[in-house]
């Protein structure tokens, strides 16, 4: 049992999960999963293909033939987070393949570590599979590598990420995603439905829709629709969304950007029939109108807060979190001061917060009045302080209430659970150490809140 702490990385997926033994003579491969959600759908989307070509996958470095390390190269210490694990890789392993989204700076890798293998860009599926086949041939054996139907998943049984996009129209100037994973290309609808629907048949409770800008599905596609059970949804979040809570599972929405047609999917949220939490991601980043112009985002923070109470309006549990960069180059006191200010009004459920960094490749970097090292992490003490002291006074408020939960985990301890104000690694944890023994991971039940803290609440089953 543990508790989250307060500077959790806001962007970082859950510890990928690999397990299953080889058969004699079956080809082994190890794979080392960092960065965001998008990135673990990147690596089962990879294992899952390899597993139908007769890999088996390694849990460890020793028992793999070859390791894959899928990176991540949104800021520069994750990019010396990668560079590191890569260099691990090479140590206990020593035949390593590098994709993700710092290979599209193989030169840069390859300068620290020569002796990989190959490099291949984001989603370069195909190159991954080529590189693995010259390094390790397959070798399958169609009576006994069979494949789940689910395909390979690195999260617990009971959640899955469901990625409905790539890539990304915005051009803000401290982000290189654009660059790395291109324009925005969204799946068809029935496609994403049918991967929905073989994961809840499979088990899963729980499906989290990812994308680097969810609000924006479907736009490249003119929101065409697409024959669905009768039906025929459109290539938009709000039709999805609502096909998606059809199936019976909790669906939780991230990385929305506050359009105006956001609107229409509060009152899926509002109603518990929908399948659709009252829960909304959205990345704010700051508050500042010149802090946002210089980011090159939308400056109307004014109008954001009118949102926010249009949303509450409507469904009056919605639980938002959002993300924030303090530090920005040319901020100043009053800026970042507007930011604290509009964090009391918004009162955000939840709230993760990067310090500035400059990444190569972003215009962000030649921006003049970069801050200070002392002053970004005043300022990011400062903010968490405040994200702490809301955060507290809105548990505080749950306490004698009864509220739905995931179980997430069982141990001697306690029940580790998920409410639905809560998405699994950047939230927050309820926990049941009373009459806990029967409850299994995926079980959603009633809980009592008996105790809250600053991050996390204690309870009983009701």
Request: aromatic share 6%; hydrophobic share 40%; glycine share 8%.
């Amino acid at each position: 049992m543990s508790t989250n702490p307060p500077d959790l990385r806001p962007d970082i997926a859950p510890a990928a999960r690999l397990g299953g033994h080889a058969r004699p003579g079956q080809p082994t491969i190890g794979m080392v999963s960092l960065g965001c959600p998008k990135a673990l759908v990147d690596s089962e989307r990879i294992l899952t293909r390899l597993r139908a070509e007769g890999y088996a996958i390694s849990p460890d470095y020793a028992g793999a033939d070859a390791v894959i390390v899928n990176t991540c190269g949104f800021l520069d210490s994750a990019k010396a987070e990668s560079l590191e694990a890569i260099g691990e890789a090479l140590a206990e392993n020593g035949r390593v393949i590098v994709t993700g989204c710092l290979g599209a700076e193989p030169d840069h890798i390859r300068q620290h570590h020569p002796r990989i293998l190959a490099v291949t860009g984001p989603h370069q599926y195909e190159q991954v599979l080529d590189a693995v086949h010259v390094a390790v041939p397959p070798s399958p054996d169609p009576f006994v590598d069979l494949l789940p139907e689910t395909g390979v998943k690195l999260t617990p049984r009971h959640y899955s990420y469901l990625k409905i996009s790539e890539g990304c129209n915005h051009k803000c100037r401290f982000c290189i995603i654009p660059d790395m994973r291109g324009r925005l290309v969204s799946r068809r609808a029935d496609s994403v439905l049918r991967e929905a629907e073989r994961l809840v048949g499979a088990g899963v409770r729980e499906l989290l829709v990812i994308s680097q800008d969810t609000s924006a599905y479907g736009l490249d596609r003119k929101h065409e629709r697409a024959p669905w059970k009768g039906r025929n949804p459109r290539s938009h979040i709000t039709d999805l969304a609502h096909e998606l809570g059809r199936l019976g599972a909790w669906i939780r929405l991230h990385y929305i950007y506050p359009y105006p047609h956001v609107r229409e999917l509060v009152p899926l949220m509002a109603d518990p029939a929908s399948g659709v939490l009252p829960y909304l991601d959205v990345p704010f980043q700051h508050a500042h109108p010149a802090t946002l112009g210089r980011m090159a985002r939308p400056a109307a923070a004014a109008k954001t807060l009118e949102e926010i109470a249009a949303w509450r309006a409507i469904c009056p549990d919605l639980a938002l979190r959002s993300t924030f960069i303090v530090g920005y180059p040319g901020e100043t006191e009053a800026e970042f001061q507007t930011l604290l200010d509009w964090l009391d009004e918004a009162q955000l459920d939840r709230v993760g917060c990067f310090q500035y960094e400059n990444v190569a490749g972003a215009r962000s970097n030649a921006l003049p009045g970069h801050v200070a090292a002392d002053v970004k992490q005043d300022r990011w003490e400062r903010f968490m302080e405040r994200a702490q002291a809301v955060s507290a006074a809105k548990l505080a408020a749950r306490v004698g209430r009864t509220v739905r939960a995931i179980v997430d985990d069982v141990d001697a301890q306690a029940a580790t659970c998920r409410t639905m104000a809560d998405a699994p690694e950047i939230d927050g944890n309820l926990f049941i150490d009373t009459g806990f023994e029967t409850l299994k991971p995926g079980d959603i039940v009633s809980v009592q809140v008996d105790e809250a803290g600053d991050y996390d609440l204690w309870g009983r089953l009701a």
